[in-house]
């Protein structure tokens, strides 16, 4: 049982350029998150889905985009980076109805935006 | 706004014990957290307090004051491998988890 992949583990991009994270879970959660982690800074919400089909946006979503065509998957693209997207991003997954509802995460992509 | 506090670095002796602070302003309140990340890792679960009081796991605890806005993470028996920073996070009443920036601890042997 793998948990949580993302891919790729780290990029370096152009600005301007078109890119898609990718994150997937075999837990079968309902939920799933993502975050971008910056220097000094806590976790900051981008997107989120409490269920497969629907998503919602967090504290920071402008520049991004997602979608959960599945419960398994849940892309995060950047459709045209910019360097101040340079960040780690995180995906997350909780199972969305048990009483703590902890999210677990993935290991991370570090994007650099040049 | 909502606003969670965390010392940004404390440094502890190998075997000591270190309390990690956490003070929060949120906008409602549906538990709180705390997570460990070691240096380039993913965050990992440690902890879950939604009532007043102590919450023991192993070396581990973790305490919650909801009246104050406060909680801690008291670490015992410290080894090297508890050098990571500590993440506090609430859920507020949107039932999303707001982070504070984390507190990195140093052991030192």
């Known amino acids: 049982i793998a948990g949580i992949t993302q891919a790729p583990t780290s990029q370096i991009l152009a600005a301007g350029r078109r890119m898609t994270l990718r994150c997937t879970q075999d837990?079968?959660?309902?939920?799933m998150y993502w975050y971008r982690q910056d220097l000094g800074l806590g976790l900051r919400l981008i997107h989120y889905?409490?269920?497969?089909?629907?998503?919602g946006k967090g504290e920071v979503p402008d520049g991004y985009s997602v979608s959960r065509a599945n419960t398994d998957d849940f892309p995060l693209t950047l459709a045209s980076a910019v360097p101040s997207q340079t960040s780690v991003y995180f995906c997350?997954?909780?199972?969305?109805?048990?009483?703590?509802?902890?999210?677990?995460f993935g290991p991370g992509t570090r994007l650099t935006v040049l | 706004g909502q606003n969670i506090d965390q010392p940004t670095e404390m440094t502890a002796t190998e075997g000591a014990i270190v309390q990690i602070n956490c003070t929060y302003q949120t906008s409602g309140f549906n538990g709180l957290f705390w997570y460990q990340q070691h240096a380039g890792e993913a965050p990992t679960f440690l902890s879950y307090?939604?009532l007043d009081g102590l919450e023991e796991k192993g070396r581990f605890s973790s305490f919650l004051s909801r009246s104050k806005g406060y909680s801690y993470l008291l670490l015992k028996e410290l080894q090297m491998k508890d050098s990571a920073s500590y993440l506090c996070?609430?859920?507020?009443?949107?039932?999303?988890?707001?982070w504070g920036a984390g507190t990195k601890l140093i052991i030192k042997p």
């Open positions: 307090n939604v």
């Open positions: 889905s409490n269920t497969a089909g629907t998503t």
């Open positions: 996070a609430v859920r507020d009443s949107n039932y999303q988890l707001i």
């Open positions: 997350a997954s909780s199972d969305g109805s048990s009483h703590t509802d902890t999210q677990y």
């Open positions: 837990m079968r959660h309902n939920a």
